[in-house]
């Protein structure tokens, strides 16, 4: 995780951060996600978080389900903080980024701000176990990780780097597979809010083994 900050508790983070709602989207500690930012009001955000020093952002989900104004809609109370750690113009007026996650955020309250982007006060201390890099890991259960991992690519038509998952530490496996995992919003942020690894990777095989049940009932056709 190539990263210049270090981050060693709550105390190290703002209390107030930018938050950039979108469906679907899991960031964890450690892992990497990559995004397109092209809306005017997140590019001023990435500026910003430049200006500011921290190049902090809180990846949050839309709870769509519970919102009455699409142009604002509710957000979960559970997101995730990342640190800009690679930034490049596109020449067109676009930046491409990848965020590297440090650690989970509750949100106290959204912010009354004048910026065009949304900003929260949040409190990171209920994820504490976040600035400890590979805690738990050891109580996940690997190989049912992988047994279900090896059905879901059977299943879609789907293959993968075996030697890279071989010798991915189980922090690392449990949350790559999170993020990529094409589930919904529900099941995101149940894997995001889980209280450890452990429960996380759980989360993850359930949620697998109860979508390639259905594909089997339904008969449906393999992704391709």
Known sequence: MPINAEYRGPGDLPEVIPVFPL??????????????????RYLAMVDDAFRDGHRLIGMIQPDVSHTLDEAKPKLFRVGCAGRITQLAESGDGRYILELTGIARFKVIEEM????????CKVDFFPFIDDFTARKGEEAVDREALLAVLTDFLKANNLKVDW?????????????????????????????????????RAEILVAVTEMDLAKKRTSGDPPLQ
Do not use: C, H, W
């Not at 469906?23 to 809306?39: C, S």
């Not at 999170?178 to 690894?197: F, I, N, T, V």
């Open 163 to 199: 030697e890279g998952v071989e010798n991915a530490p189980n922090e690392a496996l449990v949350n790559a597979l999170a993020m990529m995992s094409p589930y919904g919003a529900p099941e995101k942020q149940a894997m995001l809010e889980a209280p450890d690894l452990k429960t």
């Open 23 to 40: 469906p679907g989207a899991l960031l964890l500690p450690r892992g990497q996600m990559p995004l397109n930012i092209f809306e005017p």
């Open 112 to 119: 009354a701000v004048l910026t065009p982007y949304r900003q």
